[in-house]
């Protein structure tokens, strides 16, 4: 039988333990003699993953604290890139060899995984591979939320809470690219010395500073009225104080929770002011709306070779070392992403 090495949970649990193959107790295990998948229907194609991301939704699902909860075991992981290793017989799009990225439900913390055709986007030349398996998720979510839902356009003044994590980054750089006024919120010396240097407008340390008498000064000080776009991944604390400096007709986006606690949006204030209040589950676009999916990933790919967009790696790890890789969003170090990236031939077909 042909085998590969995955990461595998087996138990809801915290995944930051240390990793072993095959330790039952452990919430994730690394498995190095997991059955490759088979091609499926004649139109699947199989990958050798390259690079998979995690997304703070990965660490939620292990935890089970995700509203999708999957039955056990499976292997987690969502957004990935690699190069194709097998196609059925009637697949049209691509050929073995060709440089592809994709997002799925589950599966990309492996070796191989299978996806239809359709699913599947060509990398374009002149982008990383291990930064196209960087960018569905993160970016997909942000660029959907923004230029689908929020319609944010030139000279309307986007703030984003969380700014230094995955979908934050990517929001803050589809922002200037839209040309939009970009502030943004994030916590500690480092990540503000890295997100000053990306040219955004106001850059404020929630460690040290009052967020939102920053916020106001800065509006002040460049005669703007309030803040036209709210992108929020937070929530709680930060999100009833952000509130304050929202215009009159602001679109506030409810992306996440990253600090554990739901946001309350009083429904009397949106009245008022005439906020719009967009709840965005990008996953669920793919039943709904495939279309939007597609045109925006599209779109992204082409920025990135265009250079308009860059991807942060901001920590990468082997796949024994998955555990690693959720103690650094779970300890909030992160600026960018978190990958995982796969050697090409060290360890994959070990049985062959
Ligand atoms: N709606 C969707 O379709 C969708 C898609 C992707 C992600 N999300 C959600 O968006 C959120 C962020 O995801 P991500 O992948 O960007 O995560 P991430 O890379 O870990 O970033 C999360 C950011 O939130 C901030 N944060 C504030 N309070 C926190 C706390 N108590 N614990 C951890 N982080 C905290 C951190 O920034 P500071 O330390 O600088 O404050 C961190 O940079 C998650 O809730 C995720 O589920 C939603």
Redesign the pocket.
Known sequence: MTTMEAVVCRKLGDPTQPISDGGAEKAIVVEKNHPIPELGSPTSVRVRVKATSL???NY?QILGKYQEKPPLPFIPGSDYSGTVDAVGPAVSKFKVGDSVCSFAALGSFAQFIVADQKELFGVPEGCDLVAAGALP??FG?SHVALVHRANLSSGQVLLVL?A?????LAAIQIGKVVGAIVCLI???AE?VEYLKHLGIDHVVD?SSENVIQSVKDFLKSRKLKGVDVLYD??EGKLTKEAMKVLSWGANILV??????EAPVIPANIALVKNWTVHG????SYKIHQPGVLEESLKELLSWVARGLISIRISHAYRLPEANLAFSA?KD?K?TGKVMLVLDDERSARSKL
């Open positions: 997304n703070y939704a939620l998720v993160a979510t969380g230094a994590g995955g979908v934050g994030c916590r500690g990540k929630s991944p937070v992306i996440g929770f990253a600090s554990g965005l589950y990008w996953g969003i909030r992160v």
